[in-house]
């Protein structure tokens, strides 16, 4: 008897010249949506899930995370990890259980295209490729970090402006911008808490437009414990390129300027909205937490260099910034090569070195001056993260997901390694040198951890949280270790049934903050309810009154 599809007809094609030409639910078969990479388009819970080892029953609170994850096929076959919707991951903490959910974060694009069942928003941050029947819509996906602020998750991503969403349901509130405080047409992935103030220091870049039209303009915010707008000054980049993350001491704001370039005329042309500079330098913008103005701004610069994720900041006795992040040797966004040059592949970004590198910033410098690290630690990693009760302090302890290339890595069973080959995770100090590392064997990589730390003051004391990924099986774990004794392995073991996409940042929150925010936030509470924005954004409505006034004139 012949086998039923052997009677399937042929389908039409899926794509067609890079464009989505069938109107199938099928994914591109391309590297990016293949294997752990494919689409995980979950929502849901589970209950109580199952536990190797013992949680510590001192940990009482949830860990969330974001990942980026397209919920229909792309419009273009090439598009990348980064542009996939937001989802959110919510793992419950408590008398050593762990209890999961799981939502998109219902933005206004995931809307328009749920309700289409297609994607109408083209390539990365262009929108001069997206269909005309978003025109006007806020393009953000949300899917890069989740922070826990004033009752309520704020889902970033640094093209637009953040989403709030409920920490205990996940279920999205809206557009957020803070009481009509923060209308920039862009927000950072990356805002910054002082633990001594309750300050939140943030920023957007491209911030003057759209927030598409490759703008120099900088904004930066501080708003106070209380929800209050207190700074808000603009300022100018040398050029249009990535300020992904941030730094701040007790009176400085740190912006690394990497040399991944905007070009209107290129995404007005169809093209990348970043191209990689390799001849243009690194750059670090210092301005003042308090009181600043446009002219304050000092630019400082290095040798080409690729910005990664920054550890720590806090000024030393000499009144300097000692500023702590990754730097990559060479482009890590292979997918953003530079101009009239062709992709690049992961196999080749795999092979760059990415340092932690310790800056020693004279915020009184001269702009425009040159600056070298004044140290470099010398190990090879991403996703930098510390005890954040030190943020803006002299701190001691980092952790970092490690490319170890002295392991061994099971290619024949996994493939290439799906978002870079973070095979190992490790504890380092500044003051010893010291570098505890932990691997989990040849078929597994690492996502970003969280620090949760245990109720004393002392740095470092506590747990390290993180998602494993198993490529062989497409399933995650989620390990907890004594924060300061990785290599003795995890104390517990938390098991998924199956696989999430790879996550990008994520936050522990503690369950006590979570209540005291929720009767403050209850209907009759003393704050009420989280508010969503009530207003369009400016540049919407410029938007819009331009087209009453097209239409007007048509009449």
Not at 18 to 37: D, E, W
Not at 218 to 242: H, L, Q, R, S
Not at 267 to 288: C, L, R, S, T
Not at 443 to 457: A, K, S
Request: glycine share 8%; with cysteine; charged share 25%.
């Amino acid at each position: 008897m012949a086998h039923l599809f052997a009677f399937t007809p042929i389908e039409e094609p899926n794509y067609v010249n890079g464009l989505k030409s069938s109107k199938k639910t099928k994914f591109p078969s391309t590297g990016m949506f293949q294997g752990f990479n494919l689409p995980s388009r979950l929502e849901g819970n589970i209950f109580d899930l199952e536990v190797t080892g013992t949680i510590p029953e001192d940990i009482n609170g949830t860990f969330y995370r974001v990942q980026t994850d397209h919920r229909l096929p792309p419009m273009y076959e090439d598009d990348i990890q980064f542009s996939g919707d937001g989802a959110v991951s919510a793992f419950r903490f408590e008398n050593g259980h762990c209890d999961f959910t799981h939502r998109y974060v219902q933005t206004d694009r995931l809307k328009a295209e749920t309700k289409a069942r297609k994607a109408l928003f083209g390539k990365y941050r262009n929108l001069y490729t997206d269909s005309e029947m978003v025109k006007g819509v806020i393009r953000t996906v949300s899917n890069t970090n989740v922070l826990f602020w004033r009752g309520m998750l704020l889902a970033m991503k640094e093209d637009g402006p953040p989403f709030a969403m409920d920490p205990a349901t996940l279920e999205t509130i809206g557009r957020y911008d803070f009481d009509g405080q923060v209308v920039s047409p862009t927000f950072t992935a990356h805002p910054k808490i002082d633990p001594a103030t309750g300050e939140m220091v943030c920023f957007g870049y491209q911030a003057g437009g759209d927030g598409h039209d490759a703008s120099c303009d900088i904004v930066v915010y501080t708003i106070d414990k209380n929800g209050v707008k207190i700074e808000e000054t603009w300022y100018k980049a040398p050029f249009c390129g990535m300020i992904h993350d941030c730094g701040i001491s007790e009176n400085y704001l740190v912006l690394p300027l990497t040399p991944l370039k905007v070009s209107l005329e290129r995404m007005k042309k169809g093209g990348n909205h970043f191209a990689w500079d390799p001849n243009e330098d690194q750059w670090y913008g210092i301005v003042p937490r308090r009181g600043g103005k446009p002219e304050d701004i000092v630019w400082l610069r290095s040798e080409n260099g690729f910005h990664g994720h920054v550890a720590g900041c806090y000024e030393n006795e000499d009144g300097h910034i000692v500023f702590d992040l990754t730097v990559a040797d060479d482009n890590v966004f292979f997918f953003f090569p530079p101009d009239n040059a062709p992709r690049e592949s992961l196999q080749k970004r795999n092979k760059l070195t990415s340092d932690t590198c310790r800056w020693i910033f004279d915020p009184k410098a001269k702009t425009n001056s040159h600056v070298k690290p004044a140290r470099l630690f010398g190990i090879s990693g991403e996703f930098s993260r510390i005890d954040d009760r030190f943020c803006t302090k002299k701190y001691n302890h980092f952790w970092q997901l490690q490319i170890d290339p002295t392991k061994k890595y099971d290619f024949e069973k996994c493939g290439s390694p799906a978002g870079g080959l973070f095979n190992a995770i490790g504890h380092f100090t500044w003051d010893e040198g010291t570098k505890d590392m932990y691997w989990a064997g040849p078929t597994t990589t690492f996502q970003e951890p969280v620090f949760v730390p245990r109720n004393t003051d002392v740095e470092g004391d506590g747990y390290l949280m993180c998602l494993l990924n198993h490529l062989d099986v497409l399933r995650n774990d989620i390990l907890i270790f004594d924060a300061l004794h990785l290599a003795k392995g995890p104390l517990a073991v938390v098991h998924l049934p199956f696989k999430l996409r790879l996550g990008l940042h994520g936050n522990f929150v503690d369950q006590r903050d979570i209540e005291a925010w929720q009767e403050l936030r209850k209907e009759n509470g003393e704050l009420g309810p989280v508010k969503p924005a009530l207003k369009p954004l400016p540049w919407q409505e410029r938007l819009l009154n331009g087209a009453n006034e097209t239409n007007g004139a048509t009449h």
